[in-house]
C-alpha cells in the first residue's frame, strides 16, 4: 500500500522534472527561433561571450547587434576572475570568443595570462582614446565611469574639496565613509594613487582615510551614499553610475558628485575605469568577435552601451546621456589603464596594512 | 559418510572465526527431521554464531553444514542466506516497522496467487491466535504478539529449518512458558525442523527435543534433555543444566563410591570419566530432586535456607560434615531454619566427577 | 562516488606545488591570522547560537504545549528557505540605520532610537545563524518527537524532576542529532561568500577571494582553501568522536497530543514570545522588506523571462535533488553494509565537498572535465563536450550537496537493525528487492528530509550555478546575484521572493508528510 503511494509520488516527481526541463528548454528554443527568423546570415555561427558585466547590462545590446547583422549572440555571466580561470582550464576547447568584464585591472590580469590574442583593429585604434586601451592592442575599453567624490549639499561646502588626498585630511575626521577595499574599483584607485605619487604616499593617504571612517566600510557603493543622505557621514567616493542611479530613482537626494584633483598639475585628474573586452587567444571565430567590438564602438551602440548603466562612452564624440553630462566636464588622470593591473596587488597590499578592511 | 546422509540437518566439523582465533571449532551434530534442537549456553559461548551460521550469516572457516542432503556451507563456500528456505525469529523479533502483521506475515511468501498468500497467512495468523489483529502495525502489539507474528512470518513460506535466536528472552515469566508450549505444539503440527538458541534451561527443557551444551566455543554434549539433566558430561553441563551440588566422595572400588550420605554404585554412566582407580577422591553430583524428604529416615540434616516456590520449597541443608545439598519438598511440608529434618536419597543415575 | 570529490580535493591540494611566497608572505602577515580568528568565531558562534535556538525551540514544540504551538512547529522551519545572501541583505535593508525597519522606529517611536549597529560580528552571526538553525532544528526535533517525552519519563521515573530530565536524559540522548545539525551549519559557515560578503567580515572565505581577484594569485587561493579543508577535517572527526557513542534508539512511541506537558500560563507566555521573536526576525522581517521592495517593481518584474527563470531553478532543483538523494542512497547503503576502511573513507571524502566554497570546487571540477574534453577531442570528438552541459553541473552539484542527502539518510538508517536485514533475507528477499520492500519505507522520512535540504540548497546555490549553467540556462539564485551585485536590491526583491516561495513547497511538503509518518 505505501510503496504503492512511494511509487506513484516517484512517477509524478519524475513526470514534473521532465516536463519542467522541456518547457525550460522549449522556452529557450522560442528566443532562438525567434532570433533565428530575424537571421539573414545562415553561415555565420553564434558568438561566444563571457561576461562578468551582468546581464541586464548586455543583453539589449546583444539583441540590438544581432537584429541588425544577423548573428547571434550567446553568453554567460560570472565574476570575472572565474572566467578567466575558466578560460585558461578551457584552454584550445573554449567555446568563447570574447570576454567582457569590467575594470581594467581585470583586463590587464587577462591580458598577463595570455588569453587574449591582439584586436588588430583600425576601427578601434581610431576610436577610442589610446589611454583606454591596452597597450599591447590585447584589450579596448568599451565604456567609462569615473571614481569620484560625493558629498551631503547640506553639510559639506564644495570649497572644502580638493583632491581624493584631501580626504585625509583632519577636517573630515569622522566625516568620510568608504567601500570596502576587496572591491576592485578601491583597489584600482589605490593603484593610481601609487602610480602618481609613489607607494610611501599612497599609504599615507590611505591611512588618513582609515582613520577619517565614520563608519566600517560598506559592502557597495549605494550604501556609501545612503549613509551620507541619512547623516552618518558627509563624504565618501563612489563611481559614478552608482549616483546616477541614485539620482534617476531619487532626485531630492541632498547628494552631490565632485571632481577632485582638477590642477593643472600634469598626471593628476579625476580617477576613470572601463569596462572592456579582449578577443581570445582560441576563438573558433575571431573576425566575428571583431564585428561585435567593431560595431559596440559604433556612436549608436556607445550609446546605448553606456547609457544603460549611466556611464560615459569610449569614443570621442559619442553622445553622453543627458543626466549624466548634467554633472559637468572634467578633466580625466592621464595615466594608462594597465597600470592598474601592474599596480593592483601593491594596492591590495598596501590596502591590508592599513586594516582598510 | 553415510551416517550423515541419512539425518535432515548435519553440522560436521564446523570452526567458525579465524583459524587461529576460531569463535566456534569442532562443532558436529545432526537433527531429524521435524526434530526441535536447543543450543543451550551462557552468554558469549558462541551458541548465536552457530545460529547464525547454519542462516547463512556467517562463514565457515572449517567443517561443512548439510541440509536435506545439500552442502549449504563449508570452507569458502556459503549458500546465500535467500537462498537457504531457513527461516529465522529473532531476539527483537525485526518485525518490519512500516508493514501491517499480515503484511509482515505475507513478506516471504513469493511465487503465490494472491489468494493462496492470503490463505496462507490468514492460516498462520490464526493459528497464533492473531487474527483480530491483521491490520494493526506492529509497534501496536505487545512483546509477545510480536514474537507470535515473528514466528507466523518465518513458518508462512515453509522453510526448511526453522532458527529461533533467544525468542522468549524480551518475554515475562509466565508468557514464556505458555508461549514456549504454544510454539512447540505449532513446530510439531506443522513438522517444522528447527533450532532454538537460549540460555534458560527451562525454555530449553520444554521445547527441545535434543540440547546441546555449548561453552567457549566447544560443544560439550548433545543429547537428548533427559540425557542433559541426568547424565551431564562434564562439571560445567552439570552446573549449567539444573540445580545441584557436589558433594565430595571417595572411589571405594572402580565402581563404587562413598559419601557423606553413603555409598553408590556407578552403573552405566562410566562414560563421565575414564581411567579412575579405588581411592580415588571424586565429586559427586547431587540433584535436588535426587533427596527425597522422609521424616523417618535415620540420615538428616539441618535447614540452612528455604525458597517457596508455591508447589515446593527449595531447602538448602547441612550435612553433619557441614556440606550443603539442596532438596525439592512439597510445599505442605513447612520447616523452620535451623531444623533437622530427615533426608533419603533416591539417585537413578550416579554422575562422577574428577 | 567519492571520485569527482577527490579530483577536486587534489586539485586544491596540488596548488602547493608552486608557492608564491610573496603573496603568500604579505597574506600570512596582514589578513590570515586575522580571518582565521573571526572564522573561528563565527563558526563557533553560529554554532552555539543554532544549536541554543533549534533545541530551545524544538523541545517547546514538540514534547511542551503552548498557545500557537502547532504553527511554530512548522513555521520555524520557513527560515530556511530564505538563501543566506538574501536573508544578509535584507536584514541589512531592515536593520541598518537607514534602512526600513529602523527608520520606521525612529520616525514613529522615538529619534533617539538607534538599534545596535547591524555591520557588526554580531550582525554576521544573526544572519547566518536565522538562516541555519533550521537545519539543526528539523534534525532535533525529529529526535525529540521519537524520544522526547519518553526520555522525560525515563528520567523522572528515576527520581529527576522535569527540568534534571532535560538536562540529564532529554538533551544527551539527542545531542546526536544536535552535533549532525551542527555540523552541517558549520560547514555552511566555512564555505559561505555570499553572507559575510553583505557584512564586509573578513573570512578565510573572503582572503580566498582576495588572493584570487585581488592580488591574482590562484594558487594562494588554493592554498587557503586547503587551509580551510584542515578547519573542515577538524569539524568531522569531532563529530565522528561524538558519533561514536551514538546508539540505536528504537522509536516506539512518539509524542502524542494529549501527552505534552502543558506549560502554565506565564512559561506559554515566554514560550510562544520566544518562537514569536525568532519567526519575526528570521522570517517576518527579512519578507516583509523583500515585498517593501519588490511590490513597486512587480510590473516590471513579472516578465516571460523570469518565469523561465522559475521553472529553470525548480526543474533544476528537483532533478539534483533525485539525483543526488539516490547517490546518497547507494553511498550510505555501501557503507552500511561494506562498512571497510576504503566505504568509510569514501564516505568521509564524499561529504567533505559542503565545506568547499562553491567557486572553488567548482573550478577545482572544471579542470578534470576540461582535461577529458582535451582527451576526447583527440579522437575527433566536437569539443566541448561535458563543459557547459547539464551533467557538469549536475556532478558538482552532487559534490557539493552530497553531505546534505547523506546525514539524515544515514541517521535514519541507524534504524534499520542488522537483524532486519538477515529476517528479510531469511524470507528470500535480498539485494535491491530488500532495499526497496524494506528499507526504503523505513528509512523514507529521512530520505525525505534529504530530498528537501536538497532541493532548498540547489535552488539557492550561486556559484557553482554561474559557472556550470549551460549557454542561455538560468536561475533565480543567478538573476538575485545579477542584480543585487550591481546594488540593485529592489529589483532583486522579485526574484530573492520567488525563490523563497518555491523553496518553501517542499519544506511544506516535509513538513506534512514528516508529521504524518511519525504518527
Redesign the interface.
Known sequence: ???NQ?KASLRY??A??V???L??CT??QD??EATQAANTDHLSEPI?VYSSR???LIEPVFEQFTQQTGITV?????????LI??IK???????ADLLITVDAG?LG?AA?EGIFQAINSAVINETVAPHLRDEQDLWTGLSLRARTIVYSTERVKPDDLSTYQGLGESQWQGRLCLR?S?K?YN?SLVAMLIAEQGEVKAEQTVAAWIANLA?????????VM??I??G?CDVGIVNTY?FG?LEAKNPDLPLALFWPNQSEAENSGVHVNVSGAGILKYSNNPDQARRLLEWLATEQAQALFAGLNKEYPVISHGAIDPQVSAWGAFKQSPLALSKAFQL??AA??LM??VSY? | MSTEIKHYLSLNEVVIGYDSEPVLSGISFSLQRGEIGCLLGPSGCGKTSLLRAIGGFEHLSGGRITLNNEIISQRQYTLAPEQRQIGMVFQDYALFPHLSVIENVKFGLHGLSQSESDTRSLYLLEQIGLMDKKAVMPHELSGGEQQRVALARALAPQPKLLLLDEPFSNLDVELRESLGEQVRALLKQTQTTAIMVTHDQHEAFAMADSIGVLNDGALLQWDSAYAIYHQPINAFVADFVGQGVMLNGEMVSTTEVQTTLGCFERKSIAATIDNIQPGDPVKVLIRPDDIIHQDSSELTAKVVARHFRGAEFLYHLELDNHELVLALVPSHHDHAINEKIGIRLEIDHVVVFK | MSLPTTLALVGVLTAWLDIDLLVLGHLFEFVIPNAVLNTLGLVVCVAIVTSLIAVISAWLTTVCDFPGRAFFSWALILPMAIPGYVMAFALVGALEYTGSFQTYLRESISSSLILPDIYSFGGVVLALSLTLYPYTYLLVRNAFQTQGKQSLEVGQSLGLSVRQSFWRVSLPQARPWIVGGSLLVMMETLADFGTVAVFNYDTLTTTIYKSWFGLFSFQSALQIASLLLLFVIVVSLLEAQSRHKQRFTNARNTVQARSRILLPSKQAYLACAFCGVIFFIGFMLPIGQLLLWAIPHLSLGLTDQFWRYMLGSFSLSLLAMTIITVFALLLAFAARTQNSYLANWSVKISTLGYALPGTVLAVGLLAPIAAIDHYLARFGFAAPILQGSIVVMLLAYSVRFMAVAFSPIENNLLRVTPSIDAASRSLSVSGLSMLWRVHFPMIRVGVLTAMVLVFVDVMKELPITLMTRPFGFNTLAVRIYELSSEGLWQRAALPALAIVLVGLIPVVILILRADKVQQ
Do not use: C, F, W
Not at chain 1, 550567446?74 to 572565474?82: L, N, P, Q, R, S
Not at chain 1, 563608519?215 to 557603493?221: L, M
Open positions: 500500500m505505501r510503496t512511494l516527481l519524475l514534473t522534472i516536463a519542467g526541463l518547457a525550460a522556452a529557450d528566443v532562438e561566444v551582468k546581464q541586464h550567446e553568453y554567460t555571466t560570472d565574476k570575472a576572475g572565474v580561470e575558466r582550464i578551457e584552454g584550445q576547447n573554449t567555446p581585470n590580469y598577463a570596502t576587496k576592485v583597489q563608519i566600517s566600510p560598506t559592502s557597495n557603493d549605494t550604501k545612503q549613509a543622505a541619512a552618518q552608482y542611479r593592483q596587488p591590495v597590499k591590508d596594512r578592511k
